[in-house]
């Protein structure tokens, strides 16, 4: 660096931020031989609850970080959550799961436990594969075209490190960020919410999500509550407008709170406070995940409202996502448009995030008071009209499909795992040296290189035998195929055909997965020169003329059903209305009556409404 004294410590990558997202991004460097550093401003590990709920592609990612084992003892898993308005059962929320799953939907596990699970798996590679120094804040960092200067302060004083790249994934009040002068764009929410973790004493209540609109407990609040290990408790409670936040979450003000809730659940035994804060909804992130020579993850490229669960759970797809670009482009392996589809493909994600989580804090977080008096409204319906309940839907995080990236080869076939979509991880017999095991798919699949799956009944062998003589460099094959003959590559013994049959093998007998599992490229036959192509793409390079590669739209526009739409056009109608609420729904009525053109249906609606309207002022 021209204009920087050269430092005695370089390193490939420097990773800032030793929470889960930090230490899975350099598990996953480490996987590739990369050593990086890890830079951890805290001298001591935490220990609070935090973010709790982790979601089945979460936890296969930490498989592929090496601790799903350890982790997965650990954590209690639940695909159920059930809402109600004050204390009716308002909706259930039944997520699917089959028997052969390895993952249920999600867990419940306290941050400490998934960090202490990351450093376990640190600790057990080894220095020789990563370092992680703790008590290190970075203070300042300079970057040219060559590389990275941070600048670090330890108990020992300040030194200077230089790296080719740095990842900041120092959450949301990050350093890093800060440092280059970039701030996170977007809105944040009006609604706070007190957070308590407590100890119960013997517990006897089923790992779900269970919400309370209104409850005789806390009337006029919201309260989530979540069971985690160690018979401890996630109780979320609403703040008032108008509440002064420092005093509420007081003890002598809090307890009588979490008591009151308590008791109206029916639960006897007794309970101590562990660990309590206060929690506000942001909707921010930067614009761009890379600049220049450091990269974005996490907290530190986004802050997503809780509702629905995709803080730290989208902060592992972005680690997941970013590790083996990055390590691909240091070991010279491709080129920097692919660490540019980082952004590409993890912005679009964040939009959608935001998109849906947005909607969540409709209801969990009114912003108006039109939204508060349709929220109401839908509350004091879904109890008897199984459509409202719909809206109160937590729109759960999920797995993220990168269906318009620049370095995804979309097809037009409309059946098979689509391009851009993470690869199912269905029950699969994989075959080795020790002969067929039970497994699953993802145990089968390349960890440095991308994967090849060759569904090698639906291609002439002898097309397979020239298509597995001439593989490029970074493809892993992978033989699929209801014989158990087994050669020199990975094979997978299909049973029945159901794996070829979730693929729609017969259309495209060929899936090229990167190492992050999700697909690149479909290929219909067993053509050479169409693998080297979709390669190409995949590690970013231009596409071939005509090819059909959608530009990414990382200003992602929301698709709301029509029941949303009508929902939030009633709320912002009432937020713009002559400030009678009533008027404006009256009119509103009139005109909807019109237009059914059935008197009897409209009277029984509206008897139907207003009964509605008498049971919630009775309760």
Known sequence: MSAIMPSPETFDVVVVGAGPVGLVIALDLAAFGLRPLVLEAAAEATWTSRAICISRRSQEILDRAGVGPSFSAQALPWSRGKTFHRDALAFQLEMPREPSDRHAPFVNIQQYRTERVLLDRAEALGAAALEIRRDHAVAEVVQDISGVRLVVSSPAGSYELDAAWVVAADGGRSRVRGSLGLSLEGSSYEGRYLIADIS???????????????????????????????????????????????????????????????????????????????????????????????????????????????????????????????????????????????????????????????????????????????????????????????????RQSSAHVYDTSPVVAHDQVPVGVRPGAVIPNLPASIVDEGGPRAAHLHDVLARQAFTLLIFRDHIEEAKVNALLAGLPPLVSPVLVSTSSACGPHPAVIDDGGRLAAAFAAQDVPLYLVRPDEHVAARLPAADPNALCAALRLALGDSPPSGSPVAAMDADFQSVPTDLERIFEALSRGLDAGPGDDRDTLARLALLLAHELAAPDRVLALVAQATNGHRSADHS
């Open 200 to 394: 119960v004493a013997a517990p006897n209540l089923p790992v779900e999500r269970l919400v309370w609109f209104d409850p005789p407990s806390n009337p006029g609040s919201t309260v989530i509550l979540h069971v985690q290990p160690d018979d401890m408790w996630r109780i979320d409670i609403q703040l008032g407008d108008e509440e002064d936040a420092e005093l509420a979450l007081q003890d002598h003000k809090l307890a009588p709170r979490i008591q009151a809730h308590l008791d109206m659940m029916g639960v006897t035994g007794g309970w101590r406070m562990v660990w309590k804060s206060v929690y506000r909804a942001h909707a921010l992130t930067l614009a761009n995940y890379r600049h220049g020579r450091v990269m974005f993850a996490g907290d530190a490229a986004h802050l997503v409202p809780i509702f629905g669960v995709r803080g730290l759970n989208s902060g592992f797809d972005d680690a997941h996502n970013l590790a083996w670009k990055l390590a691909l482009v240091a070991r010279g392996h491709a080129d920097l448009p692919l660490l540019d589809s980082y952004t590409a493909e993890r912005l679009r994600a964040t939009r959608e995030n935001l998109a849906a989580a947005t909607k969540s804090t409709w209801f969990m977080s009114p912003p108006t008071e039109g939204f508060r008096v349709m929220r109401d409204a839908v509350l004091s319906l879904a109890t008897d009209v199984a459509w409202a309940g719909a809206l109160l839907n937590p």
